[in-house]
């Protein structure tokens, strides 16, 4: 006797679970790359305490630049490119005012 089983489906996920779970994934990827080079920082510079706020930016701004590079949408490529750079700058500007201790 050949049987046919069908499977039940769950039921659809509302599309802000779904998206608060992409946000959410996206989030912890950026925190743990933010960790990652503030602990690679800290290995060469072992005496630099760097405060905890300073990692999400960091990790953010890693996204952001892949994304960059791997996007080549030409509307608005310049102005991203542009925002992404003075990111870069003011985060590079306010690690080195910690490590010298001038901030």
Not at 6 to 33: C, D, R
Not at 61 to 90: E, P
Request: a positive charge; hydrophobic letters at 60%.
């Amino acid at each position: 006797m050949n049987t046919l089983f069908v499977l039940e489906t769950t039921a659809a996920k509302p599309l802000s679970v779904i998206l608060h779970n992409i946000l959410t994934f996206i989030y912890f990827l950026a925190h743990q790359i933010g960790l990652g080079i503030i602990k690679g920082v800290h290995a060469v510079f072992p005496g630099i305490d760097f405060p905890s706020s300073i990692v999400d930016p960091l990790g953010f701004l890693v996204i952001l630049t892949l994304f960059m590079f791997l996007v080549s949408v030409k509307l608005g490529k310049q102005i991203a490119w542009i925002v992404v750079c003075a990111g870069w700058i003011l985060l590079l500007i306010r690690m080195l005012m910690i490590l010298f201790k001038l901030g």
